[in-house]
């Protein structure tokens, strides 16, 4: 079994920055594209940034110039660096993993974490 945590979110000012983190645990013999989703109330998820295990990096629109995806290979973990946070920015930051391959010849695909509340204040 592999299971994703994040961690990092939390309530900040309008102007400030976060870290997210989230680390895979289990079994694992590779991950494919990571990425971060987050999903506001009323609004349907959408995706953050992602980067893939050569990293090569993708973002939103809404979070170029302020946000900054790295992963660490090594600790199967991928962070989410944001600055001058928004207001809209407020939402339940979702990690995900593309595929993940473990050691025991077994693959989860599209795997989800649990979520990370992040509420920006103006």
């Known amino acids: 079994q592999v299971q994703l945590v994040e961690s990092g979110g939390g309530l900040v000012q309008a102007g400030g920055s976060l870290r997210l983190s989230c680390a895979a645990s289990?079994?694992?013999?590779?991950?494919?594209?990571m990425g971060w989703y987050r999903q506001a109330p009323g609004k349907q998820r959408e995706l953050v940034a992602a980067?893939?295990?050569?990293?090569?990096?993708n973002y939103a629109d809404s979070v170029k110039g302020r946000g900054t995806i790295s992963r660490d290979n090594a600790k199967n973990t991928v962070y989410l660096q944001m600055n001058s946070l928004r207001p809209e920015d407020t939402a339940v930051y979702y990690c995900?993993?593309?595929?993940?391959?473990?050691?025991?010849?077994?693959?989860?695909?599209?795997?989800w974490g649990q979520g990370t509340q992040v509420t920006v204040s103006s």
């Open positions: 995900n993993a593309e595929s993940i391959y473990t050691d025991y010849d077994v693959a989860y695909y599209d795997y």
């Open positions: 289990g079994s694992i013999f590779s991950i494919s594209t």
């Open positions: 980067i893939t295990s050569g990293g090569s990096t």
